[in-house]
């Protein structure tokens, strides 16, 4: 896991090294361990190390093979290096490191752009190939690791994080208005190629580009995932399914314990990090026969306001599993004292108050780990947003399937009750405050279609691009590697590739995966059928403790002369809600955060 940012100039003239260099500090916080610089002619790479595997110095980057032909700046791990080195060596390639940086050389040198296919991890490179003058740039399946670029002038510019582009004078300096906009009414972003600074562009996950002297020579998805339609299972295949799938879950959690650093978990109490934190206690005993395993180090965020608090469900966890638990106590008193420090390390507005749990589990955790496992991704895989229930509904109900359609109902009113009314009100407060919203700008329908392509929407393109945002710069503001074992590509293949009765049967969600922890996971918590996650009390804090600082930004002159937003009825909406007149909604979050953003990024450069 580190920093990477490089410079490409397309005209044959010579790079810039100083200008890589301050692209390169702007990133020491993804790699404090070591940082290197590569310059040659046209290209300069640079890159910021976090030592997770082989921390020796064989593991300095820019890493180069045997006759200096390739250059490589890498963010990420491949999981799989070992397995690749034995399959390398066997092809007669020689290693000096045990690291997986050196393995994505060796492999280039053997698959070429094939390589991709091999990997299974997390990853966003830039490999230098110097017979062709081409630059690789490459990132993973699911895009959890971050690649930016910008083309300004005869220069190709690329980095982890979108601060270290607006370096040059030329990049950023201006609001991306659709995308701004779609953010404002929608709450969407990370869902194209865009970003919210005109310009910079990401390169959307499974793809890679191959940019030669006189531009993007070629960019192409090098994978693809279709989520299957079938409604229903084989008759009698249920045990057979959620075993395989037991199976394949626990290897990929296996796989993502290789470290030689402090691995910890992401404990929040809810099933997906319930499940994670049974399943590397089993993993952790298995790699210690006959000895006492490793005891397993758990982060949660809990909180004084019991309607957001899950210490309960924590506390059977960590009962059942004898894991030393650390815990952190959000407050919305430190929030103003932390908000710079997050819209700096996002580089955008982020759209809800869950950030801050986030990123304050991620503070906790730096002092006793430097690697960490999270729950991310299951719940698009295995529909567990309750939201997802209505489009399974209406495709039952479409296609004529009444019998079904009546007992998923039944079921959904029998699980969720709850948070449907919940649902209803938030639906109205909504569509309300999007007409607070100026401009609309782009939408990527999430809950159109049938269920199996709402998921690969949201898999692909809509809310899991955006949480993987957040895991990645939450987790590296602290120094912190932080994997996702739902997401491993095979985990996600044979989920995508299950009939949707695998995913909600009954109304209750990801119904293959309780099947497959059943016996393993406290029955309190594979049962839950609320949702929290990382929740924060945003309702509460922007009610109480944020509301007078709130009310002066809202009062602000820099606050009115925006484009994006009716002022004075944005101010009016709020009061009404403080009053206890107007239900709340996150549209009011995202309206001030993006004027922080504005004032933090957008006015200086100005």
């Known amino acids: 896991m580190c920093g990477i940012a490089g410079q490409l100039h397309l005209a044959g003239g010579a ?12 990133l020491k916080h993804r790699g404090p361990d070591g940082d290197g610089i590569y310059v040659d002619g046209m290209v300069a790479l640079a890159h910021r190390r976090l030592a997770i595997i082989d921390l020796s110095e064989e593991g300095h980057q820019p890493m180069t093979n045997e006759d200096g032909t390739l250059w490589l700046v890498f963010n990420g791990e491949i999981y799989n290096y070992r397995e ?14 045990r690291t997986d940086s050196e393995v994505i050389l060796h492999a280039y040198e053997e698959w070429g752009t094939g390589c991709l296919q091999r990997f299974n991890g997390m990853w966003a490179f830039a490999l230098w190939d110097g017979r062709r003058r081409e630059l690789f740039c490459a990132r993973d399946r699911l895009g959890i690791k971050p690649f930016y670029y910008a083309r300004t002038g005869d220069s190709f510019l690329f980095a982890s994080e979108i601060k270290a582009l607006r370096v040059h004078p030329e990049v950023g300096r201006h609001p991306n208005e659709k995308m701004v906009s779609a953010f404002l009414a929608w709450g969407l972003a990370d869902h ?4 919210m600074f005109d310009g910079v562009l990401q390169l959307l996950p499974a793809h890679y580009m191959i940019v030669g002297e006189n531009g993007i020579v070629e960019h192409a998805a090098f994978w693809e995932v279709t989520v299957n339609p079938a409604l229903e299972s084989e008759p009698d295949s249920d045990e057979h399914l959620s075993r395989a799938f037991l199976s394949l879950l626990e290897d990929a959690v296996d796989l993502h314990l290789r470290s030689d650093v402090p691995v910890g978990t992401c404990l929040s109490g809810g099933l997906d990090s319930s499940t994670l934190t049974v399943l590397i206690n089993r993993v952790l005993r298995r ?58 390390i996002n580089d955008e507005p982020f759209a809800a108050l869950t950030l801050y749990s986030q990123y304050c589990v991620m503070r906790l955790a730096r002092d006793e780990v430097k690697v960490v496992l999270d729950g991310q991704g299951a719940d698009e895989l295995l529909a567990g947003y309750i939201a ?11 296609g004529f399937h009444i019998l079904r359609a009546a007992r998923e109902t039944l079921g959904t009113l029998r699980h969720h009750s709850d948070f ?27 809950y159109r279609g049938t269920l199996s392509e709402v998921l690969e ?10 949480l993987l945002h957040w895991e990645d710069r939450t987790s590296m503001a602290f120094s912190i590697e932080a994997r996702v074992p739902f997401l491993d590509y095979r985990v996600v293949e044979f989920l995508a590739s299950l009939p949707v009765d695998q995913k909600i049967r009954g109304g209750v969600t990801k119904f293959v ?43 602000s002159e820099a606050f009115k002369s925006r484009p994006y937003w009716d002022a004075d009825a944005v101010a009016e909406s709020y009061k009404a809600f403080l009053q206890g007149n107007m239900p709340y909604s996150s549209e009011i979050w995202r309206i001030v955060c993006c004027e922080l953003w504005l004032r933090r990024f957008i006015d200086p450069a100005a």
Request: net charge neutral; aromatic share 8%.
């Open 513 to 555: 995966l309780r099947k497959a922890i059943r016996g393993l996971v406290p029955e309190v918590i594979r049962c839950r059928m609320d949702k929290k996650g990382f929740a924060t009390p945003e309702e509460v804090w922007m009610q109480g403790d944020m509301s007078e600082k709130v009310l002066e930004i809202l009062s």
């Open 457 to 466: 929407t949201d898999l692909m393109r809509a809310n899991l691009p955006y």
């Open 420 to 446: 449907l009314s919940y649902t209803l009100t938030q639906l109205f407060a909504r569509k309300k405050h999007r007409n607070l919203i100026r401009m609309e700008g782009s939408r990527t329908p999430r």
């Open 15 to 26: 790079a810039d090294p100083e200008l890589v260099r301050r692209m390169s500090d702007l």
């Open 84 to 97: 690749l080195m034995e399959e390398l060596i066997a092809h007669g390639h020689q290693f000096r490191s």
């Open 192 to 195: 194209t190629d865009q970003t």
């Open 287 to 344: 790699g210690s026969p006959g000895g006492e395993p490793p005891r397993q180090n758990t982060f949660s965020a809990c909180f004084e306001d019991k309607r957001c608090d899950e210490s309960t469900y924590i506390d059977i966890v960590v009962e059942s599993t004898g894991v030393r638990s650390h815990r952190v106590y959000p407050a919305a008193d430190a929030i103003w004292v932390d908000i710079e420090r997050l819209l700096y």
């Open 388 to 398: 997802y229930q209505y489009c399974h509904i209406r495709e039952l109900v479409r």
